[in-house]
């Protein structure tokens, strides 16, 4: 069985990451969207909330689970015996952070985790977590970013209550 991982921190998910989920799907067996717990970070949605929010958004994709995790994500992959990370790059910015995050998992891993990048589809090129809560904090409208049920749940944390 094919198995891979794709870590992030999806605060939240974007239809980006759903069109990496989605793709990502097609190629292995089974994929496991990790919830990066990130200290260094201060999240709008908790861990919890960013897990149940990607097992909705997920729900018709059979081979797709919505798991968390913090540390080091080559520990989690040991523990779990996935040796494939996906990783979303929109530009060449993305790519040069990525490869050293790649490398580093890669010797990390004494060679058992490899990362394998996929573009989005263009439409989706421009969007991040943090450019749809820029949007969102200022009540703009960010239907095109993410699913409507998401869109709610994002203007509801900004205090923008029924939208």
């Not at 605060?11 to 980006?16: A, L, Q």
């Not at 820029?134 to 703009?140: C, T, V």
């Amino acid at each position: 069985m094919k198995k891979a991982i794709y870590p992030g921190s999806f605060d939240p998910v974007t239809f980006g990451h759903l069109d990496i989920i989605r793709r990502s799907a097609s190629i292995f067996d089974e994929l496991t969207v990790g919830v990066l717990n990130n200290n260094l970070k201060t999240p709008l949605f908790s861990v919890e909330e960013r897990v149940k929010i990607l097992q909705e958004a997920t729900k018709d994709l059979p081979n797709v689970k919505i798991d968390s995790f913090s540390g080091l994500l080559v520990n989690y992959t040991k523990e779990k015996d996935i040796h494939v990370a996906v990783r979303g790059v929109r530009a060449i910015t993305d790519y040069d952070y990525e490869l050293q995050i790649a490398q580093t998992n890669h010797k990390l891993s004494g060679g058992e985790l490899d990362t394998i990048f996929l573009t989005p589809n263009l439409e989706y090129a421009y969007l991040s977590s943090s450019g749809v809560k820029e949007i969102a904090s200022f009540h703009g409208d960010i239907s095109m970013c993410v699913p409507e049920f998401i869109v709610k749940l994002v203007y509801e944390k900004y205090g923008f209550g029924e939208e």
